[in-house]
DNA sequence: ACTATAACTTGCAAAATGCAAGTTAAAAGG
DNA sequence: CCTTTTAACTTGCATTTTGCAAGTTATAGT
């Protein structure tokens, strides 16, 4: 992760869109979320099924990132690993919204440069 | 930029979702664009400027390949670039929508982690 | 107890990022 | 018009992040 302690995030200024980027700015903490979305929980092999591949060191970077910044968590806190899917908080279902407007936006707009793109609705 | 000359983004599956962070997903291009949603056209420079401190080389970058997907484009395309600014397409206006989800995202479920995170509205 | 396999970790190569410095060319001033 | 300024980049290199393959650990099922 390389982040310290305090903090896990080191933000950039005080613009929550500029912070929204900081936490969730790459290619893969918001397909988890995607993922979640759709199946409502999730193991981590099911997560590694995904269409897009992530990797599974970038995997576990970013569940303990999501978990850390309360945007997932495990589904039963006090079973161990094995199994145990993890599942979206309140924040985490909270970027339905977020991934709904990104989804209309890349379906309405990038159609002529990606004409396999799927609705998502 | 490291990419492909047919299409500037390879994408990695069919998912909108998806998609959009194969262009978008990284901490610097939606800056780019809340930057000139705020002021409606921007110079290079201007874009220097915000407080989260875009390198020039990563500025650079980052226009052209927003410029390329028709994200943005030059304010006057004849013109030289000294002193031209930048502008949003009907496609970069439309990701008013994210931005805006986002800001709210964050600002409802960040000020605990960043407690002088403001509020866009 | 043994085995299979889910959930990670590790090591290293490749790519992206960050920083400082340098280059280019248009345009403003003399 | 010729010099000077400076906006708009480019380049080089160190650092960080990502991607890939392989290895390790531990628990659930037999």
Redesign the interface.
């Known amino acids: 992760m390389a982040r310290n302690k305090e ?1 896990p ?1 080191e ?18 903490s ?2 988890i979320v ?1 993922d979640l979305i759709t199946h409502g929980t999730r193991t981590y092999s099911e997560f590694s099924e ?4 992530i990797s599974t060191n970038i995997l576990a970077d970013r569940l303990k990132l999501l978990t850390a ?2 945007i997932i968590e495990r589904v039963d806190a006090d079973r161990s690993a094995r199994n145990n899917a993890f599942q979206l908080t309140k ?1 985490g279902k ?2 339905r ?14 159609r002529d ?2 004409p ?5 609705d």
């Open positions: 903090s995030i933000w950039r200024s005080e613009c929550p869109i500029s912070s929204g980027l900081d936490i969730l700015g790459d290619k893969w918001l397909l995607r995904s269409p897009e591949k910044l309360g924040s909270d970027l919204k977020v991934l709904e407007a990104l989804g209309r936006w890349s379906y309405a707009n990038m440069l990606h396999d793109i799927v609705s998502i």
